[in-house]
């Protein structure tokens, strides 16, 4: 073990199998090899939030909340860490601060160590709560910066905003590149000054959508990166993260030996391996996608463009709803494509493609954020392309959840009669049809893992 081990964070249980398998991976298949995932040494397992909250009441047929708990008693030694959507929680709205301090608080008393907090527009009054919440729970907050390339993200820009989360408490840093287009020597740079500027760990969390992301390590760790995101190679690739086993293999005669062992890598892997022809259609292939250096769209949201335009019998008008992607982003003053703006700029994109009217029909979604409802975009929108938007509406300038009214007391009456658990309010409040949904499989057939 060298003087400045890499901790590596296993992404299996949460975005690989979100990025490769269509978040369908239950809970029955993570069990046979937790024990063994704990004795490895990971620094982290990230193995909630995201998209596995919806998906596992949607698509599966689980308690979301008791995952967390069976994981626990079968990995006890391994810190747990979660993706936390800012004021948005999981979901694709901003929820009132009543719900997001209930739901951090039961998410650390259920057992999450570790809470990844980041706001798609990098707005740091959207994070500022769930960092403060996180602190008074007990939990580690890591404050992610979302990284993406326009005119006004530039370094100087991730600095202040590192330094500023920094100043709100954070324990720790991510660099959130969710579309995997951080190259290697960006990378360094990046790194290099904010450690040398911040005192704090930094964790680095890339894709391999372009195929660079295990290179963009190397350079991060070279530079003073503590942490990299990887997972079992059975799940790597592609949209997903670089292969633990080959950052292990990389770094085992350098200065940054993360003491892992191969071998029980492989073992565990091999379980995946297995695993994955069971899930069908949903298992994707690692391919690379140079498209995203192109048009900085994450792989999720290529396959989402697809889907939408796929259902209207538009499927020939990709390139150019590709194309229109990267027009429509500047004029919304260049929000990074992370969940929910990728939807939201997506939709707008094939909505101006399929109308052949430029913002002739408008979405919701962007309209509630021409008017501020998601927070501050990261360059002022042009007046022009307000007016086309929302019209004469006022833009809000406070910070969104403030406007919202309080729900935890009012969800509570609403499914009184479902409730097993407090939790269950929350997963109501999040996302009502699939939880509804849930809890009527839950009274007929009992709760699965």
């Known amino acids: 073990m060298s003087d400045k081990p890499v901790g590596i964070t296993d992404t299996t249980y949460r975005d690989a199998h979100q990025s490769r398998m269509a978040t369908r991976m239950t809970t029955a298949d993570m069990i046979p090899v937790s024990r063994e995932m704990n004795e490895i040494g990971f620094w982290a397992l990230e193995m909630w939030g995201g998209a596995t909250f919806d998906s596992a009441m949607r698509f599966i047929k689980e308690d979301p909340w008791t995952r967390i708990r069976v994981l626990r008693e079968n990995i006890p030694d391994t810190n747990f860490m979660m993706l936390l959507r800012g004021q948005n929680i999981l979901g694709y709205q901003h929820y009132p601060d009543d719900v997001l301090n209930a739901f951090v608080q039961a998410t650390v008393r259920n057992g999450v160590d570790i809470i990844r907090i980041f706001d798609a527009l990098n707005d740091i009054r959207n994070m500022e709560p769930a960092i403060k919440v996180t602190k008074e729970a007990g ?83 070279e530079a003073g990166a503590d ?73 999720g949201m290529l396959s989402n ?24 982003r500047a004029e919304m003053g260049y929000p990074p494509l992370v969940t929910p703006m990728s939807q939201i700029v997506g939709t707008q994109a094939v909505l101006n493609v399929a109308t052949g009217t430029r913002y ?44 919202l009214e309080p729900m935890m007391e009012s969800a509570e009456a609403e499914i009184q009669q479902y409730i097993q658990q407090p939790e269950d309010i929350l997963s109501y409040i999040l996302f009502p049809q699939p939880a509804l949904e849930y809890f009527k499989h839950r009274e007929e057939h009992g709760i699965r893992v």
């Open 139 to 221: 939990g580690h907050a890591q404050a992610a910066v979302v990284y993406t390339i326009s005119p006004v993200h530039d370094i100087p820009h991730y600095v202040e905003t590192a330094l500023a989360l920094r100043d709100l408490g954070a324990d720790s840093l991510c660099i959130k590149d969710m579309a995997g287009i951080l190259t290697p020597y960006r990378g360094y740079e990046l790194v290099k000054e904010l450690k040398k500027q911040i005192d704090l760990p930094i964790d680095v969390h890339s894709h391999m959508t372009s195929g660079m992301a295990a290179m963009t390590y190397l350079k991060c760790i």
């Open 227 to 299: 942490v990299v995101d990887c997972c079992l190679s059975a799940l790597s690739g592609g949209t997903s993260q670089p292969a633990a086993e080959t950052m292990v293999g990389v770094l085992e005669e350098t200065d940054f030996n993360t003491g892992l062992d191969l071998e029980k890598l492989a073992e565990v892997n091999k379980h995946f391996a297995d695993i994955v022809g069971n899930y069908g259609d949903y298992y994707t292939d690692a391919a690379v996608d140079p498209r995203v250096l192109i048009y900085q769209i994450p792989g």
């Open 305 to 328: 463009l697809r889907s939408q335009l796929k259902a209207q019998g538009m499927l020939d008008k990709y390139e150019e709803v590709l194309e229109e992607v990267p027009r429509v």
């Open 360 to 403: 002739g029909v408008k979405s919701r979604e962007i309209r509630d954020y021409v008017r501020g409802m998601y927070g501050r975009p990261p360059t002022p929108i042009d007046d022009e392309i307000i007016k086309k938007v929302i019209g004469d509406e006022e833009v809000l300038t406070v910070r969104p959840a403030e406007l």
